[in-house]
Protein backbone atom coordinates (compact mmCIF):
# COMPACT_ATOMS: atom_id res chain seq x y z
CA UNK A 1 0.00 0.00 0.00
CA UNK A 2 1.13 3.24 -0.99
CA UNK A 3 0.68 6.68 0.44
CA UNK A 4 0.61 8.71 -2.47
CA UNK A 5 -2.24 6.71 -3.69
CA UNK A 6 -4.67 7.03 -0.63
CA UNK A 7 -3.89 10.80 -1.31
CA UNK A 8 -5.05 10.50 -4.91
CA UNK A 9 -7.73 8.60 -3.90
CA UNK A 10 -9.57 10.88 -1.72
CA UNK A 11 -9.10 13.73 -3.65
CA UNK A 12 -10.51 12.28 -5.91
CA UNK A 13 -13.34 11.72 -3.99
CA UNK A 14 -13.53 7.94 -4.13
CA UNK A 15 -14.51 6.17 -0.52
CA UNK A 16 -10.99 5.17 1.83
CA UNK A 17 -11.32 1.48 3.02
CA UNK A 18 -10.56 0.23 6.72
CA UNK A 19 -6.99 -1.23 5.35
CA UNK A 20 -6.14 2.50 3.98
CA UNK A 21 -7.29 4.04 6.84
CA UNK A 22 -5.53 2.14 9.27
CA UNK A 23 -2.54 2.46 7.11
CA UNK A 24 -2.19 5.84 7.04
CA UNK A 25 -3.37 6.25 11.02
CA UNK A 26 -0.75 3.47 12.39
CA UNK A 27 1.70 4.38 9.96
CA UNK A 28 1.35 8.62 10.61
CA UNK A 29 1.29 7.72 14.32
CA UNK A 30 4.92 5.82 14.14
CA UNK A 31 6.34 8.50 11.81
CA UNK A 32 7.02 6.10 8.66
CA UNK A 33 5.01 8.83 6.85
CA UNK A 34 5.72 12.12 6.57
CA UNK A 35 4.28 15.54 7.34
CA UNK A 36 3.75 16.77 3.70
CA UNK A 37 1.86 13.58 2.56
CA UNK A 38 -0.45 13.69 5.87
CA UNK A 39 -1.16 17.02 5.71
CA UNK A 40 -2.21 16.77 1.35
CA UNK A 41 -4.32 14.17 2.98
CA UNK A 42 -6.12 16.27 5.67
CA UNK A 43 -6.72 19.02 2.57
CA UNK A 44 -8.28 16.55 0.43
CA UNK A 45 -10.63 15.11 3.58
CA UNK A 46 -11.09 19.03 4.52
CA UNK A 47 -12.22 19.85 0.72
CA UNK A 48 -14.02 16.23 -0.02
CA UNK A 49 -15.77 15.18 3.18
CA UNK A 50 -16.22 11.61 4.37
CA UNK A 51 -18.58 8.72 4.25
CA UNK A 52 -20.42 7.52 7.50
CA UNK A 53 -18.29 4.19 6.80
CA UNK A 54 -15.11 6.83 6.64
CA UNK A 55 -15.17 8.56 9.67
CA UNK A 56 -16.42 5.40 11.81
CA UNK A 57 -13.32 3.75 10.92
CA UNK A 58 -10.79 6.76 10.84
CA UNK A 59 -12.35 7.30 14.94
CA UNK A 60 -11.41 3.20 16.06
CA UNK A 61 -8.82 3.85 14.23
CA UNK A 62 -7.42 6.84 16.06
CA UNK A 63 -9.04 5.27 18.83
CA UNK A 64 -6.68 2.04 18.72
CA UNK A 65 -3.61 3.63 17.84
CA UNK A 66 -2.82 3.42 21.37
CA UNK A 67 -3.48 2.01 25.02
CA UNK A 68 -7.18 2.25 25.89
CA UNK A 69 -7.77 2.97 29.59
CA UNK A 70 -9.97 0.65 31.55
CA UNK A 71 -11.57 2.55 34.17
CA UNK A 72 -13.86 -0.61 35.60
CA UNK A 73 -12.19 -0.46 38.83
CA UNK A 74 -13.76 2.56 39.73
CA UNK A 75 -16.18 2.64 42.27
CA UNK A 76 -18.30 6.11 43.04
CA UNK A 77 -22.18 6.54 44.11
CA UNK A 78 -22.57 7.72 40.14
CA UNK A 79 -23.30 4.80 37.98
CA UNK A 80 -21.50 5.73 34.75
CA UNK A 81 -18.03 7.31 34.45
CA UNK A 82 -18.87 10.46 32.62
CA UNK A 83 -16.61 12.56 30.85
CA UNK A 84 -17.19 16.25 29.28
CA UNK A 85 -15.28 17.84 26.35
CA UNK A 86 -15.59 21.34 24.53
CA UNK A 87 -14.93 21.83 21.16
CA UNK A 88 -13.40 25.51 22.76
CA UNK A 89 -14.02 28.70 23.25
CA UNK A 90 -12.72 32.50 24.62
CA UNK A 91 -13.39 32.33 28.24
CA UNK A 92 -14.94 28.68 28.32
CA UNK A 93 -14.07 27.87 32.14
CA UNK A 94 -16.89 25.43 32.57
CA UNK A 95 -15.07 22.16 32.99
CA UNK A 96 -13.34 23.98 35.66
CA UNK A 97 -16.03 24.83 37.45
CA UNK A 98 -18.47 21.53 36.31
CA UNK A 99 -16.31 19.06 37.42
CA UNK A 100 -15.90 19.60 40.92
CA UNK A 101 -19.74 20.37 41.34
CA UNK A 102 -20.51 16.94 40.20
CA UNK A 103 -18.12 15.09 41.69
CA UNK A 104 -19.20 17.04 45.10
CA UNK A 105 -22.52 15.11 44.09
CA UNK A 106 -21.08 11.93 43.57
CA UNK A 107 -20.59 11.62 39.35
CA UNK A 108 -16.96 9.83 38.92
CA UNK A 109 -15.05 12.16 36.82
CA UNK A 110 -11.46 11.37 34.67
CA UNK A 111 -10.56 14.41 32.57
CA UNK A 112 -8.05 14.52 30.08
CA UNK A 113 -7.42 18.24 28.58
CA UNK A 114 -6.09 20.02 26.30
CA UNK A 115 -3.72 22.51 25.74
CA UNK A 116 -4.97 25.78 23.97
CA UNK A 117 -3.92 26.66 20.56
CA UNK A 118 -4.84 29.69 18.24
CA UNK A 119 -7.56 31.58 19.78
CA UNK A 120 -9.13 29.24 21.97
CA UNK A 121 -7.89 28.65 25.69
CA UNK A 122 -7.08 25.14 27.04
CA UNK A 123 -8.01 24.34 30.27
CA UNK A 124 -4.58 22.80 31.11
CA UNK A 125 -2.97 26.20 30.72
CA UNK A 126 -5.37 27.37 33.21
CA UNK A 127 -4.95 24.95 35.45
CA UNK A 128 -0.97 25.16 35.12
CA UNK A 129 -1.29 29.18 36.29
CA UNK A 130 -1.88 27.96 39.75
CA UNK A 131 1.60 26.91 41.29
CA UNK A 132 2.80 23.46 41.70
CA UNK A 133 -0.49 22.07 39.95
CA UNK A 134 0.99 18.97 38.25
CA UNK A 135 -0.97 17.90 34.92
CA UNK A 136 1.16 15.08 34.04
CA UNK A 137 0.58 12.00 36.84
CA UNK A 138 0.71 8.91 35.45
CA UNK A 139 -2.64 7.11 34.73
CA UNK A 140 -2.66 4.80 36.81
CA UNK A 141 -2.59 7.25 39.19
CA UNK A 142 -5.24 9.18 38.36
CA UNK A 143 -7.52 6.58 37.96
CA UNK A 144 -6.72 5.80 41.88
CA UNK A 145 -7.64 10.02 42.59
CA UNK A 146 -10.90 9.16 40.80
CA UNK A 147 -11.25 6.20 43.27
CA UNK A 148 -10.08 8.57 46.08
CA UNK A 149 -11.74 11.74 45.51
CA UNK A 150 -14.09 11.06 42.89
CA UNK A 151 -12.21 13.69 39.84
CA UNK A 152 -8.77 14.07 37.91
CA UNK A 153 -8.14 16.60 35.68
CA UNK A 154 -4.86 15.79 33.51
CA UNK A 155 -3.29 16.59 30.39
CA UNK A 156 -4.03 14.55 27.07
CA UNK A 157 -1.72 11.44 27.83
CA UNK A 158 0.97 10.47 25.10
CA UNK A 159 -0.22 7.17 26.69
CA UNK A 160 -3.73 7.39 24.68
CA UNK A 161 -4.58 8.57 20.81
CA UNK A 162 -1.26 9.09 20.05
CA UNK A 163 -2.38 9.72 16.24
CA UNK A 164 -5.18 12.45 17.70
CA UNK A 165 -2.28 14.30 19.51
CA UNK A 166 0.10 14.43 15.88
CA UNK A 167 -2.67 14.92 13.76
CA UNK A 168 -4.07 17.84 15.67
CA UNK A 169 -0.87 19.31 16.13
CA UNK A 170 -0.38 19.62 12.07
CA UNK A 171 -3.72 20.72 11.24
CA UNK A 172 -3.39 23.60 13.22
CA UNK A 173 -0.78 24.41 10.75
CA UNK A 174 -2.25 23.62 7.93
CA UNK A 175 -5.55 25.49 8.10
CA UNK A 176 -7.58 21.63 8.11
CA UNK A 177 -9.05 22.39 11.89
CA UNK A 178 -12.37 23.59 11.17
CA UNK A 179 -13.84 20.70 9.36
CA UNK A 180 -16.72 18.20 10.79
CA UNK A 181 -15.27 15.21 9.86
CA UNK A 182 -11.82 15.60 11.43
CA UNK A 183 -13.03 17.71 14.78
CA UNK A 184 -15.50 14.67 15.74
CA UNK A 185 -13.28 12.22 15.10
CA UNK A 186 -10.60 14.15 16.86
CA UNK A 187 -12.64 14.56 19.65
CA UNK A 188 -14.20 11.26 19.66
CA UNK A 189 -11.50 8.55 19.21
CA UNK A 190 -9.68 10.15 22.72
CA UNK A 191 -12.47 9.93 24.20
CA UNK A 192 -13.74 6.13 23.44
CA UNK A 193 -9.77 5.70 23.97
CA UNK A 194 -10.34 6.80 27.38
CA UNK A 195 -12.71 4.05 28.66
CA UNK A 196 -15.37 6.29 30.19
CA UNK A 197 -19.19 4.97 30.04
CA UNK A 198 -20.81 8.03 28.73
CA UNK A 199 -19.67 11.27 27.25
CA UNK A 200 -21.05 14.93 27.81
CA UNK A 201 -19.94 17.21 24.81
CA UNK A 202 -19.68 20.92 24.67
CA UNK A 203 -20.23 22.09 21.35
CA UNK A 204 -19.79 25.83 21.08
CA UNK A 205 -20.96 28.11 18.40
CA UNK A 206 -19.99 31.53 17.06
CA UNK A 207 -16.80 34.25 16.55
CA UNK A 208 -15.45 32.03 19.27
CA UNK A 209 -15.70 29.10 18.49
CA UNK A 210 -14.36 26.73 15.46
CA UNK A 211 -18.50 26.29 14.11
CA UNK A 212 -19.70 29.85 13.09
CA UNK A 213 -23.33 28.69 12.68
CA UNK A 214 -25.78 26.65 14.67
CA UNK A 215 -26.34 24.70 11.54
CA UNK A 216 -23.04 23.20 11.43
CA UNK A 217 -22.91 22.97 15.25
CA UNK A 218 -26.00 20.87 14.83
CA UNK A 219 -24.43 18.66 12.45
CA UNK A 220 -20.96 18.34 14.41
CA UNK A 221 -23.13 17.45 17.62
CA UNK A 222 -25.18 14.91 15.47
CA UNK A 223 -21.65 13.39 13.68
CA UNK A 224 -20.36 12.67 17.51
CA UNK A 225 -23.11 11.34 18.61
CA UNK A 226 -23.92 8.93 15.95
CA UNK A 227 -20.37 7.79 16.54
CA UNK A 228 -20.60 7.24 20.21
CA UNK A 229 -24.00 5.13 19.35
CA UNK A 230 -21.77 2.94 17.03
CA UNK A 231 -19.48 3.06 20.01
CA UNK A 232 -21.95 1.45 22.29
CA UNK A 233 -21.28 4.86 24.67
CA UNK A 234 -24.24 7.55 25.36
CA UNK A 235 -23.19 10.66 24.01
CA UNK A 236 -24.96 14.04 24.01
CA UNK A 237 -24.08 17.06 23.14
CA UNK A 238 -25.20 20.55 24.54
CA UNK A 239 -24.93 23.18 22.16
CA UNK A 240 -23.42 26.67 23.85
CA UNK A 241 -23.30 30.17 22.39
CA UNK A 242 -19.79 31.77 22.24
CA UNK A 243 -20.40 34.96 20.41
CA UNK A 244 -18.90 36.76 23.02
CA UNK A 245 -16.33 35.77 25.68
CA UNK A 246 -18.12 33.20 28.15
CA UNK A 247 -18.02 35.24 31.88
CA UNK A 248 -16.21 38.58 32.92
CA UNK A 249 -12.78 37.21 32.96
CA UNK A 250 -10.22 35.93 29.91
CA UNK A 251 -6.52 34.75 30.56
CA UNK A 252 -5.43 31.84 32.39
CA UNK A 253 -4.80 32.92 35.78
CA UNK A 254 -7.89 35.61 35.55
CA UNK A 255 -10.27 32.45 34.85
CA UNK A 256 -8.85 30.51 37.86
CA UNK A 257 -9.91 33.70 40.01
CA UNK A 258 -13.27 33.44 38.64
CA UNK A 259 -13.54 30.08 38.78
CA UNK A 260 -13.38 30.52 42.50
CA UNK A 261 -15.54 33.33 43.01
CA UNK A 262 -18.25 31.13 41.03
CA UNK A 263 -17.86 28.51 43.34
CA UNK A 264 -17.50 30.62 46.56
CA UNK A 265 -20.47 33.03 45.13
CA UNK A 266 -23.20 33.97 47.78
CA UNK A 267 -26.91 33.23 46.90
CA UNK A 268 -27.23 36.80 45.46
CA UNK A 269 -24.25 36.93 43.13
CA UNK A 270 -24.63 33.40 42.24
CA UNK A 271 -28.14 34.62 40.56
CA UNK A 272 -26.80 38.11 39.78
CA UNK A 273 -26.18 39.19 36.17
CA UNK A 274 -22.60 39.03 36.72
CA UNK A 275 -23.23 35.21 36.31
CA UNK A 276 -25.80 34.72 33.91
CA UNK A 277 -23.90 33.39 30.65
CA UNK A 278 -21.56 30.99 33.07
CA UNK A 279 -24.43 30.03 35.19
CA UNK A 280 -26.90 29.06 32.56
CA UNK A 281 -24.16 26.97 30.79
CA UNK A 282 -22.52 25.02 33.99
CA UNK A 283 -26.26 24.29 35.30
CA UNK A 284 -27.09 22.59 32.34
CA UNK A 285 -24.02 20.97 31.66
CA UNK A 286 -23.54 19.61 34.77
CA UNK A 287 -27.27 18.16 35.64
CA UNK A 288 -26.88 16.30 31.91
CA UNK A 289 -23.51 15.07 33.36
CA UNK A 290 -25.18 13.93 36.64
CA UNK A 291 -27.99 12.54 35.23
CA UNK A 292 -25.90 10.61 32.62
CA UNK A 293 -23.78 9.24 35.66
CA UNK A 294 -27.21 7.63 36.86
CA UNK A 295 -27.03 9.11 40.37
CA UNK A 296 -29.98 10.91 39.19
CA UNK A 297 -32.31 11.47 36.52
CA UNK A 298 -34.55 14.36 36.97
CA UNK A 299 -32.03 17.53 35.49
CA UNK A 300 -34.76 20.04 37.76
CA UNK A 301 -33.66 18.38 40.71
CA UNK A 302 -29.82 18.11 39.65
CA UNK A 303 -29.90 22.09 39.24
CA UNK A 304 -31.21 22.67 43.17
CA UNK A 305 -28.90 20.41 44.32
CA UNK A 306 -26.00 21.95 42.13
CA UNK A 307 -26.98 25.36 43.57
CA UNK A 308 -27.31 23.77 47.09
CA UNK A 309 -23.46 22.15 46.61
CA UNK A 310 -22.35 25.85 45.60
CA UNK A 311 -23.70 27.58 48.13
CA UNK A 312 -22.89 24.86 50.75
CA UNK A 313 -19.40 25.14 49.15
CA UNK A 314 -18.95 21.68 48.71
CA UNK A 315 -17.86 21.99 45.11
CA UNK A 316 -15.36 24.88 46.06
CA UNK A 317 -13.80 21.86 48.86
CA UNK A 318 -13.81 19.20 46.31
CA UNK A 319 -11.87 22.21 43.83
CA UNK A 320 -9.44 22.35 46.69
CA UNK A 321 -9.35 18.60 46.79
CA UNK A 322 -8.48 17.98 42.99
CA UNK A 323 -6.19 20.87 43.03
CA UNK A 324 -4.01 19.50 45.98
CA UNK A 325 -4.13 16.45 44.99
CA UNK A 326 -2.47 17.00 41.45
CA UNK A 327 0.40 19.11 43.96
CA UNK A 328 -1.12 22.71 43.33
CA UNK A 329 -0.45 24.92 46.53
CA UNK A 330 -2.63 26.46 48.44
CA UNK A 331 -2.68 28.82 51.35
CA UNK A 332 -5.54 29.56 53.96
CA UNK A 333 -6.95 33.44 54.23
CA UNK A 334 -8.92 34.64 56.68
CA UNK A 335 -12.02 36.40 54.94
CA UNK A 336 -13.15 38.94 57.81
CA UNK A 337 -17.03 39.34 56.07
CA UNK A 338 -16.83 35.33 55.73
CA UNK A 339 -16.01 35.32 59.63
CA UNK A 340 -13.82 31.74 58.39
CA UNK A 341 -10.95 30.75 56.87
CA UNK A 342 -10.70 29.26 53.49
CA UNK A 343 -8.39 27.71 51.48
CA UNK A 344 -6.73 29.09 48.36
CA UNK A 345 -4.56 28.18 45.07
CA UNK A 346 -1.76 29.94 44.88
CA UNK A 347 -1.54 31.58 41.94
CA UNK A 348 0.91 33.14 39.03
CA UNK A 349 -0.79 36.77 39.14
CA UNK A 350 2.26 38.88 39.33
CA UNK A 351 0.93 41.28 36.81
CA UNK A 352 2.99 44.92 36.09
CA UNK A 353 -0.01 47.02 34.66
CA UNK A 354 -3.41 47.73 34.39
CA UNK A 355 -4.68 49.61 32.08
CA UNK A 356 -8.68 50.66 32.08
CA UNK A 357 -10.66 50.77 28.21
CA UNK A 358 -13.34 53.28 28.33
CA UNK A 359 -16.47 53.59 25.97
CA UNK A 360 -15.66 56.42 24.12
CA UNK A 361 -19.50 57.04 23.32
CA UNK A 362 -23.02 56.31 25.12
CA UNK A 363 -24.71 53.60 24.52
CA UNK A 364 -25.39 49.77 24.76
CA UNK A 365 -22.82 47.14 24.12
CA UNK A 366 -24.00 45.55 20.81
CA UNK A 367 -21.40 42.72 20.60
CA UNK A 368 -17.94 41.92 21.99
CA UNK A 369 -16.38 39.82 18.95
CA UNK A 370 -14.66 36.66 20.78
CA UNK A 371 -12.63 35.53 18.30
CA UNK A 372 -10.61 38.30 18.35
CA UNK A 373 -10.05 38.94 22.13
CA UNK A 374 -9.12 35.30 22.07
CA UNK A 375 -6.72 36.72 19.56
CA UNK A 376 -6.03 39.70 21.54
CA UNK A 377 -4.96 37.55 24.50
CA UNK A 378 -2.43 35.82 22.13
CA UNK A 379 -0.92 39.26 21.49
CA UNK A 380 -0.29 39.95 25.53
CA UNK A 381 0.89 36.38 25.51
CA UNK A 382 -1.58 34.77 27.42
CA UNK A 383 -2.14 32.19 24.42
CA UNK A 384 0.28 30.42 21.70
CA UNK A 385 1.20 31.02 18.35
CA UNK A 386 2.87 28.07 17.56
CA UNK A 387 2.65 24.79 19.89
CA UNK A 388 6.05 25.61 21.41
CA UNK A 389 5.26 28.82 22.88
CA UNK A 390 5.64 29.54 26.36
CA UNK A 391 2.68 31.29 28.04
CA UNK A 392 2.38 34.20 30.42
CA UNK A 393 -0.47 33.18 32.92
CA UNK A 394 -0.57 36.62 34.09
CA UNK A 395 -1.96 38.43 31.65
CA UNK A 396 -5.91 38.77 30.46
CA UNK A 397 -8.95 40.77 30.42
CA UNK A 398 -11.71 41.69 32.99
CA UNK A 399 -14.94 42.97 31.26
CA UNK A 400 -16.65 45.22 33.86
CA UNK A 401 -19.51 45.28 30.60
CA UNK A 402 -20.89 43.02 28.67
CA UNK A 403 -23.61 42.56 25.16
CA UNK A 404 -26.83 44.40 26.43
CA UNK A 405 -25.37 46.46 28.64
CA UNK A 406 -25.44 49.94 29.08
CA UNK A 407 -22.52 52.10 29.16
CA UNK A 408 -22.01 56.25 29.01
CA UNK A 409 -19.15 57.89 27.54
CA UNK A 410 -15.77 57.34 29.68
CA UNK A 411 -17.71 54.21 32.00
CA UNK A 412 -14.63 51.23 31.78
CA UNK A 413 -15.40 48.38 29.83
CA UNK A 414 -13.03 46.24 30.76
CA UNK A 415 -9.20 46.14 32.50
CA UNK A 416 -6.58 44.95 30.37
CA UNK A 417 -3.72 42.64 32.64
CA UNK A 418 -0.60 43.05 31.04
CA UNK A 419 2.70 42.84 31.24
CA UNK A 420 5.00 44.47 28.09
CA UNK A 421 3.75 47.47 26.46
CA UNK A 422 4.66 46.81 23.11
CA UNK A 423 2.41 43.59 23.66
CA UNK A 424 -0.63 45.82 24.69
CA UNK A 425 -0.20 47.86 21.91
CA UNK A 426 -0.87 44.67 19.67
CA UNK A 427 -3.78 43.55 21.96
CA UNK A 428 -5.29 46.89 22.14
CA UNK A 429 -5.85 46.90 18.34
CA UNK A 430 -8.04 43.36 18.48
CA UNK A 431 -9.86 44.95 21.63
CA UNK A 432 -10.82 48.26 19.75
CA UNK A 433 -11.87 45.69 16.79
CA UNK A 434 -14.27 43.58 18.99
CA UNK A 435 -16.75 45.66 20.82
CA UNK A 436 -18.87 47.48 19.03
CA UNK A 437 -21.44 50.32 20.82
CA UNK A 438 -24.23 51.29 19.33
CA UNK A 439 -27.39 53.46 20.77
CA UNK A 440 -30.60 50.91 20.22
CA UNK A 441 -34.20 50.79 22.11
CA UNK A 442 -33.72 49.58 25.76
CA UNK A 443 -35.90 46.54 24.59
CA UNK A 444 -33.08 45.59 21.99
CA UNK A 445 -30.56 45.90 24.24
CA UNK A 446 -32.89 43.71 27.18
CA UNK A 447 -33.55 40.73 24.09
CA UNK A 448 -29.04 40.90 23.64
CA UNK A 449 -28.74 40.76 27.46
CA UNK A 450 -30.89 37.70 27.96
CA UNK A 451 -30.26 35.57 24.84
CA UNK A 452 -30.06 31.93 25.67
CA UNK A 453 -26.74 30.50 25.72
CA UNK A 454 -28.20 27.18 25.73
CA UNK A 455 -28.75 26.65 22.16
CA UNK A 456 -29.70 23.12 21.54
CA UNK A 457 -29.70 19.69 22.69
CA UNK A 458 -28.57 16.74 20.66
CA UNK A 459 -28.87 13.29 21.68
CA UNK A 460 -30.20 9.96 20.47
CA UNK A 461 -33.32 10.75 20.14
CA UNK A 462 -32.95 13.50 17.71
CA UNK A 463 -30.37 12.36 15.50
N1 LIG B 1 -10.97 19.94 19.98
C1 LIG B 1 -10.39 18.74 19.72
O1 LIG B 1 -10.08 17.99 20.63
N2 LIG B 1 -10.17 18.41 18.43
C2 LIG B 1 -10.50 19.19 17.40
O2 LIG B 1 -10.27 18.82 16.28
C3 LIG B 1 -11.10 20.45 17.69
C4 LIG B 1 -11.34 20.80 19.00
Known sequence: MRMYDIIEKKRDKQELSKEEIDFFVNGYSKGDIPDYQMSALLMAIYLNGMTPTELKDLTFSMANSAKTLDLSSIKVPGKYIVDKHSTGGVGDKVTLIVLPIVASLGVGVCKMSGRGLGFTGGTIDKLESITGYNVEIPINDAIRQVQDIGVCLIAQSSEIAIADKK?????????T????NLIAS??????????VDKILLEVTVGTGAFMKTIEDARELSKTMVKIGKLAGVETKAVVTSMSEPLGRNVGNALEIKEVISFLTADEETLDSDEYRDLREVVFEVAAQMIKMSGVS???EKNKKDIREAILSRDAYKKFIELIKAQGGHIYNVYMDWLGMSMDMPVLDEKVKYLKEIRAHQDGYIVSIDSRKIGEALVALGGGRNKKEDSIDFSVGFEFAKKVGEKVQEGDTILTVYYNDKNKFNDAYEYIADAI???NIEEEAATALRQKPHILDIIDESNI
Open 167 to 175: IYALRDTTA
Open 436 to 438: NID
Open 186 to 195: SIMSKKLASG
Open 177 to 180: IESI
Open 297 to 299: EDL
